[in-house]
Structures are given as C-alpha cells and as structure tokens.
C-alpha cells in the first residue's frame, strides 16, 4: 500500500510485482523441496509440517527474473502484475 500511495500521489514511473515461490540451485534448507532432497539424497524418512495440504505456485527463479525483465522494459507505470506458472502443488504432493 505504501509503494501505491507513492507511486500514485508523486505520479512516479513504476509498478509492483507479486510472484508465486521461487525455487533456484542452492535454496533455503528449511523450505518444503530442499527438505525433500537431502532427505532423499541422506535416504532419511522425509516428514511433512501439518496436513500437507499447503499449496504452492513453484517457480524456478530463471523465470521470474525473465518477468522482472518484461515489467521493466515493457509494463506500464502504476500497475500490478502477478507472476506465477500455474503449477500448484500441495506440500503433500511434493513430499510423496
């Protein structure tokens, strides 16, 4: 809210993005797919954080960068853009 009010009182060129999870070569090792992998790669039981059924759009971050790119050289000032892959997934899913 705070960008939009700037960027709408001060008439400013820009926009904002809102992007589904990334996923990139070395990620975080506490998020849901890095959990997967080295439990799969250590071939330990792999435990799923409550009912599994968190869903998430997962993208990896060559994609968003790409979009990031496209907004910037070709978006329209003081607009949203959303980006995702349509490729949502529950934890449960992931894990199994």
């Known amino acids: 809210m705070l960008v939009r009010a700037y960027l709408s009182?001060?008439?400013?060129?820009?926009?904002?993005?809102?992007?589904?999870?990334?996923?990139?070569?070395?990620?975080?090792?506490?998020?849901?797919?890095?959990?997967?992998?080295q439990s799969v790669l250590s071939r330990s039981r792999c435990r799923c954080s409550g009912d599994g059924m968190?869903?998430?759009?997962?993208?990896?971050v060559r994609g968003p960068a790409e979009a990031l790119w496209q907004?910037?050289?070709?978006?329209?000032d003081r607009r949203d853009y959303n980006i995702g892959g349509h490729n949502e997934w529950a934890n449960l899913r992931i894990v199994d």
């Open 54 to 60: 968190n869903v998430r759009d997962w993208l990896y």
């Open 71 to 76: 907004v910037f050289t070709r978006g329209k």
């Open 9 to 37: 009182h001060l008439r400013a060129a820009g926009g904002i993005t809102n992007c589904s999870k990334q996923l990139r070569a070395v990620s975080v090792s506490g998020k849901v797919i890095p959990v997967v992998i």
